[in-house]
C-alpha cells in the first residue's frame, strides 16, 4: 500500500494525466463529492484553491491506475479525514439513521396514513364517486 | 433623520402590539387601522434607511459599514437589505405589509375570524420588530463618522441578487400571514372550506414569489460564483428548500380541505409547519452555525434569538393544534384509491423529503455533537432525495385523473406499458445516442412522461383540443405547474450527468478543446470600472468551422471591499452554455499561464426555465374564474363533467 501510496505522490508530482472519456467522467464524478479542504462547503470540482487543484490531480492519477471509486474515497478520507466526503459513509447506527431514515419514514407514513384510513372506512358501496372537474368551479 | 426612523419604528412596534391585543379581543375594525398604522410607520423607518443609503449618510453605522459613495446608485438602494440589519428591517415592513394588505382584502364575513388573524400576525410583526430594535438595531449611529464606506459586498453587486431577498421575504414572510389564518382558526376550532378557499389564496401569495427568489439567487450562483452549477444542496439553500416544499405539500392538501373538506387537520399543521420553516430558514442562515458560502453577516447571539422565536411561535401555535385539533371535522369517506388517497400519497413525499432535506442539512451538526467531522452534500440527496421525489412523479400523470371518493381503475395496464415504453426508449437513446448514464436516460424519460401526461390530462379534460382554452384558469396553472416540473426534470438530469468541466491553463495565443468546442486565447488586458478594476481575458472560441465567437471572463477586484470576484463569460449555445470563467496567474516551467474553469452545461436553460413555468403555474392556480361568463354558455368544464 505504501509503495502504491508513493507511486502516486511521484505521479502527481510529475504533471496531468491523460484519461480516457469514461475515465474522465468518473474523475469528474469523484471530484464533486469529494469537499475541499480549505473551503467553505465546496466540493474540489468547483475550487480554485491550490490545494483543490493537488486534490484534483489525485483523483485522475487514482482513477488512471484503475482504483475504484470506493478506493478514492477511501484515501481522501483516510488522508483527511471523513470531512472531505459529501457523501456520508454507511458504517455506524449513526449512518444508518441517515441513510435509511428517508426511507423508513416514508413507509412508516404510508402505513400510518393507510391505517388511519383503514379504521375509518365506510363500506366501499357507500362512498360517492365524484369527478374531479364538476367541482373544480363550483365556487 | 434616522432618528426619525427609528422613532417610526418603536411606534410600529407599538402600534403592533396594540394590533395584537386588539385583534385576539376580536376587535376587526381596531386591528385593521392599527395594521395599517404600523405598516405606515415601518415604510417610514425603512424610507429612512434607504433615504441614508442615497445620500451616503457614513454617521449611520449601518452606511458606513456597507456602503461606498462610489457604488452605483441602484446598488445603494440594494445595500439597504444586503446586509444582516437592514434585511431584518425589511423582513418586518413585510411582516406589516401583509398585515396591512390582509386589513384591506380578507373576506370571509367573519369578523372575530378575521380580527384573530390580525392579532395572530400583529404579534408576529410585533416579535420581528423586538428582534429588529433590541438585537439588530439598523438605526445606531457612531460617533466618528468615517470619510468614506467599507462599501457592499462586491458579489452582491448584481441585478438578481439584489431582488433576491425581497422576494425570498415576499415567500418567508407571505407566509407568516398563513400562519397566523392557521392559528385564528385554531383558536376558532373551525376548519372549514371557506377557510381553505382563503388561505389557498394566501399561500399563493407567499409561494410564487419564494420560487422566484430561489430561481433569481439559483442563476445568480450560476453566473456568479464561477463554479457552472445551479444547485449545492449547501445549507443556505436547503433552508429555502423547507419552507418550499411544505408550502408545495400545503397547496395540495388545500385543495383538498377546499373542495371536500377533507385533510383540514392535516392543511393547518402544515399552514403552521411552513412559517416554523421559514423561520428556522433564517436562523440557520443568520446563526451561521451551519458554514456555508452564501450566508454574509452572521452573529450567533442573534441566532439564539431567533431560535428562542420560532420555539415561542412554532410551539405556541404547535400546543394550540394539539389542544384544538380534535375538533376539526372530517369530509366524506373515502379509499385508498381516490383523488384523496393520491393527494395523501403525494403529500407523503412532500412531507418525507423536507424531513430528507432537514436531516441532511442538520446531520453533520449532529454529529458533531458526538464528536465527529463529517459533510453531507449533493451524492446523499441524490440517493435520497430524488428517487423518493420520482415516486411522485411516476405517479402523477396516472392519478391526475382519479375521482373523489373512490375511483374504478380499469386501464391501469395501458399506463405501465406507456411508462415502460418510455423508460426502455430513453434509457436506450440515452445511452446508445447521447452517452449518457443508464440512470440519466431514465430519468429525461420521466421527464417527458411528467410533461407528456399533463398535457394528455389537459385534453381529456377538454374532450377535444379546441376547447382547452375555455378550462378555467386553475386547471392551467395546475397543467402549467407540472410541465414546469417535467421540464426542470429533463434539464436538471441532463445538465448533471452531461456536464462537463475542465480546468485550462494557457498561455497567450494558446488553444484548447472542449465539449467539440476550440478555445483560443487572445489577450489579457486590465480595465477600471466605477469601483473595481479588473484583469479581462478575451478568447475565441467555436464549433467545429463555425464563425469564432468572443467571449471575455473578468476577474475583478473590489479595493474598497479589498476583495476579488470572478465575472463568467457565458456563451448561450441551442444546447447548452459554454461557460468560461478566469482564474489565476501562474508561472509554470517559466511561462506564464493563464488558469481557466471552462464548462459546457447543456440544458442549463430548461433547469431556470422550468422553475419559471411551474411559478406562473402556480399563480393561475389561484386565480379565480372571471364573473361574466353568461348562463347560458356551457363551459369546458360542466360539458366534461357530464
Known amino acids: 500500500m505504501k509503495a502504491l501510496l508513493l507511486s502516486l505522490i511521484f505521479i502527481a508530482q510529475s504533471g496531468s494525466v491523460t484519461l480516457s472519456q469514461s475515465e474522465e467522467a468518473r474523475a469528474q464524478a469523484l471530484m464533486r463529492e469529494i469537499r475541499c479542504v480549505a473551503c467553505e462547503n465546496e466540493p474540489i470540482s468547483q475550487s480554485a484553491s491550490d490545494i483543490a487543484e493537488n486534490m484534483r490531480v489525485r483523483v485522475r492519477t487514482m482513477v488512471a491506475q484503475g482504483a475504484s471509486d470506493q478506493q478514492v474515497r477511501d484515501w481522501f478520507a483516510g488522508r483527511y479525514g471523513e470531512f472531505v466526503l459529501f457523501r456520508p459513509k454507511a458504517q455506524g447506527p449513526m449512518d444508518y439513521l441517515l441513510w435509511i431514515g428517508p426511507f423508513a419514514l416514508l413507509l412508516a407514513g404510508a402505513v400510518l396514513g393507510f391505517g388511519i384510513l383503514r379504521q375509518r372506512e365506510a363500506p366501499v358501496a357507500e362512498i360517492e364517486s365524484v369527478a374531479p372537474e364538476d367541482l373544480a368551479d363550483s365556487s | ?642
Open chain 2, 1 to 642: 433623520m434616522i432618528e426619525i426612523g427609528h422613532f417610526a419604528a418603536i411606534l410600529a412596534f407599538a402600534l403592533s402590539i396594540a394590533q395584537g391585543i386588539q385583534g385576539l379581543r376580536g376587535q376587526q375594525s381596531a386591528a385593521a387601522t392599527l395594521a395599517l398604522a404600523a405598516f405606515a410607520a415601518m415604510a417610514l423607518a425603512f424610507g429612512t434607511l434607504i433615504y441614508a443609503f442615497i445620500r451616503s449618510d457614513f454617521s449611520v453605522a449601518l452606511v458606513a459599514n456597507h456602503s461606498h459613495t462610489l457604488k452605483p446608485f441602484l446598488y445603494k438602494i440594494a445595500g439597504t437589505w444586503g446586509n444582516h440589519e437592514g434585511s431584518m428591517a425589511l423582513w418586518c415592513l413585510v411582516t406589516l405589509g401583509f398585515g396591512a394588505v390582509a386589513s384591506l382584502s380578507l373576506k370571509t364575513n367573519r369578523p372575530v375570524f378575521e380580527a384573530r388573524a390580525l392579532g395572530v400576525q400583529g404579534w408576529v410583526g410585533a416579535g420581528s420588530l423586538a428582534y429588529l430594535l433590541f438585537a439588530s438595531s439598523p438605526f445606531l449611529r457612531i460617533d466618528d463618522p468615517p470619510l468614506q464606506g467599507a462599501s457592499l459586498n462586491p458579489l452582491l453587486q448584481d441585478p438578481a441578487l439584489a431582488l433576491h431577498p425581497p422576494l425570498l421575504y415576499l415567500g418567508y414572510v407571505g407566509y407568516s400571514f398563513v400562519f397566523a389564518l392557521a392559528a385564528a382558526a385554531l383558536i376558532d376550532g373551525r376548519v372549514d372550506r371557506a377557510w381553505a378557499k382563503t388561505v389557498r389564496g394566501w399561500s399563493m401569495a407567499a409561494f410564487a414569489p419564494l420560487t422566484v427568489g430561489i430561481l433569481l439567487g439559483s442563476i445568480w450562483a450560476y453566473y456568479e460564483l464561477g463554479w457552472g452549477g445551479w444547485w449545492f444542496w449547501d445549507p443556505v439553500e436547503n433552508a429555502s428548500l423547507m419552507p418550499w416544499l411544505i408550502g408545495a405539500a400545503l397547496m395540495h392538501s388545500l385543495i383538498v380541505t377546499e373542495k371536500r373538506g377533507s385533510f383540514a387537520v392535516w392543511s393547518v399543521l402544515l399552514a403552521v409547519l411552513a412559517f416554523c420553516f421559514s423561520i428556522l430558514g433564517a436562523f440557520l442562515v443568520r446563526s451561521g452555525i451551519l458554514t456555508s458560502v452564501h450566508a454574509f453577516a452572521v452573529d450567533p447571539t442573534r441566532g439564539f434569538v431567533l431560535l428562542n422565536g420560532l420555539l415561542l411561535f412554532g410551539g405556541a401555535a404547535l400546543a394550540l393544534f394539539a389542544v384544538r385539533a380534535h375538533k376539526i371535522k372530517g369530509g366524506p369517506a373515502w379509499t385508498a384509491i381516490s383523488r384523496e388517497g393520491a393527494l395523501m400519497g403525494n403529500n407523503l413525499v412532500f412531507a418525507v423529503v423536507t424531513a430528507t432535506v432537514l436531516l441532511g442539512t442538520l446531520f453533520p451538526l449532529i454529529a458533531e455533537g458526538f464528536g465527529r467531522q463529517m459533510s453531507v452534500g449533493e451524492p446523499y440527496f441524490r440517493l435520497t432525495f430524488v428517487p423518493i421525489m420520482c415516486l411522485a412523479m411516476v405517479a402523477l400523470p396516472v392519478v391526475q385523473a382519479w375521482s373523489w371518493g373512490k375511483m374504478q381503475v380499469d386501464a391501469l395496464w395501458k399506463w405501465v406499458v406507456a411508462f415502460v415504453g418510455i423508460c426502455i426508449a430513453f434509457a436506450l437513446l440515452g445511452v446508445g445516442v447521447f452517452d449518457i448514464p443508464l440512470f440519466a436516460g431514465l430519468g429525461v424519460g420521466l421527464g417527458f412522461w411528467l410533461v407528456g401526461g399533463s398535457i394528455l390530462e389537459l385534453k381529456r379534460r377538454a374532450i377535444v383540443w379546441p376547447r382547452v382554452f375555455s378550462l378555467p384558469a386553475r386547471v392551467w396553472g395546475m397543467t402549467l405547474a407540472h410541465v414546469g416540473l417535467g421540464l426542470f426534470t429533463i434539464g436538471a438530469v441532463v445538465e448533471t450527468s452531461a456536464r462537463y468541466e475542465t480546468t485550462l491553463d494557457l498561455a497567450l495565443g494558446e488553444q484548447a478543446e472542449i465539449a467539440g468546442w476550440t478555445v483560443e486565447f487572445d489577450a489579457i488586458n486590465t480595465v477600471e470600472g466605477p469601483n473595481w478594476y479588473a484583469d479581462r481575458a478575451t478568447l475565441s472560441v467555436r464549433r467545429l468551422s463555425g464563425a469564432p465567437i468572443t467571449l471575455e471572463p473578468d476577474k475583478r477586484y473590489y479595493p474598497a471591499a479589498r476583495m476579488p470576484t470572478t465575472e463568467t463569460a457565458i456563451h448561450k449555445g441551442v444546447v447548452g452554455d459554454l461557460y468560461l470563467a478566469l482564474g489565476d496567474r501562474r508561472v509554470i516551467d517559466g511561462q506564464v499561464r493563464w488558469t481557466f474553469r471552462a464548462y459546457y452545461n447543456p440544458l442549463i436553460d430548461l433547469v431556470f426555465l422550468g422553475v419559471m413555468v411551474m411559478a406562473i403555474g402556480g399563480v393561475l392556480a389561484v386565480v379565480k374564474r372571471p364573473a361574466r361568463q353568461k348562463a347560458g354558455v356551457k363551459s369546458a368544464d360542466a360539458v366534461a363533467a357530464e
